[in-house]
């Protein structure tokens, strides 16, 4: 095997985690974080105590604040970073990079404001670069513990996809290929907007009959933008589509849910933000997807319902009555 010299600039949770999966496979990893402190603190006691508790970072990974020493010469860059910080990110790359270097994406998320994908602010920033997306039902702390586990290498170009899906492989971390970039990058961050939906129902105490119709109503208006917006139909129902929605809509583990949970028992979102370490990609996302479906045209009744409650002050009681008493329509 040739050892690749990989950087993951990001480390929350999900970075932390690949770093050391890739390690792992024998990869030359570094691990980049905006925050000299903290990696000097992370470098030292070999934990990422924020957002990866309890599991040992292998001392061959290479911890860094500075991060044009983290991209240099390496064969692959992954972008572990929050959807609403990744340009400024970029910026600081800029030219600094090998041009031989693969750039993946593995940030679930909308750009506000711009309504980008994470991959067309990649493109956008560095040009034509060698691009995939990693994305699926990946909850960090279940991939660190070595649970079996799948997920998607979408890239237009068929070599990039094929390569990632080496790279990342492993006995417990099944990754399968798609070349719907579009497809694949929709479904891992629109989820997150049904997954705050789902966690409204549990912390009104509903049950399980209500989030069966979160999530088919859900993936319904996914599906729908999505193919508004170019992806394939198919995609939504794979791995990156109804595999990790459904996930993200179940698990305790995940953020989005939490923040709905939160909503649901009647906190605010400046409540609920001020106790979270982590963002939740859901909440900016929210506010991205609401444009998109106005900018498309595309009926999304949850989603704007959610966009109601963390924008617009809506309570969760009035929300799910508006949604119920909708004109009664086909499925």
């Given amino acids: 095997m040739d050892k690749l010299r990989i950087s993951i600039l990001g480390d929350g949770g999900w970075g932390t985690t690949l770093a050391i999966l890739l390690a792992k496979k024998g990869y030359a990893v570094t691990l980049w974080g905006a925050f000299e402190d903290y990696t000097k603190l992370m470098a030292k006691s070999r934990i990422n105590t924020k957002f990866l508790p309890g599991l040992i970072i292998l001392k061959k990974i290479q911890i860094t604040a500075d991060i044009k020493s983290a991209i240099k010469d390496k064969d692959i860059i992954v972008l572990a970073v929050p959807s609403q910080y990744t340009r400024k990110v970029l910026k600081k790359i800029k030219n600094c990079f090998s041009k031989k270097s693969i750039f993946v994406s593995v940030t679930k998320g909308i750009e506000m404001g711009s309504l980008k994908r994470i991959s067309e602010i990649i ?6 670069v060698k691009l995939a997306v990693l994305s699926g039902p990946t909850i960090a702390q279940e991939v660190a513990k070595g649970i ?44 997150n907007v049904i997954a705050i939906a789902c966690g409204v129902s549990d912390g009104l105490g509903f049950g399980t009959n209500t989030k069966a119709a979160i999530l088919t109503r859900g993936l ?26 459904v996930t993200t809509c179940i698990s305790q583990q995940s ?12 906190k605010t979102l400046k409540e609920i933000s001020s106790h979270m370490q982590m963002i939740a990609e859901g ?10 479906s106005l900018k498309y045209k595309i009926e999304m009744p949850i989603t704007q319902e959610v966009y109601n409650l963390l924008y617009k002050n809506k309570s969760p009681q009035k929300a799910v009555k508006d949604l119920m008493a909708r004109k009664s329509k086909e499925e």
């Avoid at 493109?123 to 034509?128: F, I, K, R, T």
């Avoid at 319904?220 to 929605?245: N, P, V």
């Avoid at 953020?255 to 009647?266: A, C, K, P, S």
């Fill in 148 to 191: 079996p586990t799948t997920a998607v290498a979408a890239s237009i170009n068929k070599d990039v996809r094929k390569k990632i899906q080496t790279v990342f492989n492993t006995d417990k971390f099944r990754v399968y290929t798609n070349a719907d970039l579009i497809g694949v990058e929709l479904g891992g961050s629109l989820k």
């Fill in 123 to 128: 493109y956008a920033e560095l040009g034509s």
């Fill in 283 to 292: 909440v900016p996302t929210a506010k991205s997807a609401y444009a998109l």
């Fill in 255 to 266: 953020r989005n849910r939490m923040v709905g949970e939160l909503l649901g028992n009647g």
């Fill in 220 to 245: 319904a208006e996914i599906s729908r933008l999505g193919i508004a917006m170019g992806a394939k139909l198919k995609t939504f129902s794979g791995i990156s589509g109804l595999g990790d929605l």
